[in-house]
């Protein structure tokens, strides 16, 4: 039997680790092709309300006031559902609701709507039931993630304030992403800050764990 030199042994040794290694920092990301066929799927969320005026949220300030961030799987699209908003005494909006009441006007009642999803993890904040509810203003349809049953997405949420929405959770596109095939995601809103085309960059297209150890980084910041 022949001796294979060591020098030989260890250059093939380089190799194949140095493959490996490129092997990994390909499939950290999608590659741009499959990123457009994804898109037809699962697009981006554009647009605002044309009675609305709206800013764009970075991901790091949804977070903070946010209860979780959760990996879910959409069951099911509720029927749309009113909710009356809460306004606190003392506040412009409580004084106006206040004076409402008084003229016996009845209180604006928004219509939302609701998916009813699995909650297959919890990465940060609070434990949030197997099965829940999340929610968005109707004003946004056509602007708000459109889910479909089966899609499964990583959202930031927060708990519902009003009788109507307790046990449920609000969620917003500046905060939530698809994950696609797999192990990889694509943001729901890309946004035209600095700020947010800086963080998309970081997680649009790239793996799954690259955004929930992102996620983990700003909760504990």
Known sequence: MKKIPLTILLFSLVLVVLGCSSDKQIASSLSDERIVELRTEFPLSQGNPSLAQTVDVPFNQILEMSDSVVIAEVIKQNPNFKSTLTAEPGTPEGDAAEKDKARGIEPYKPTFVSYEVKVDEVIVGE????????????????????????MKIVASVKKG??????????????????VVDENYVLSAYQGESEEMKSFTKQTDGKTLNNLVEQVKELWMN
Do not use: C
């Not at 434990?127 to 089966?150: M, R």
């Not at 009788?163 to 959770?169: K, M, T």
């Open 127 to 150: 434990d949030v039931e197997d099965t829940t509810n999340l929610f968005y203003n109707a004003d946004f349809i056509g602007i708000e993630p459109d889910l479909k049953p089966g």
């Open 161 to 178: 304030t009003a009788p109507e929405q307790q046990g449920s959770y609000s969620f917003t596109r500046y905060a939530t992403y698809y």
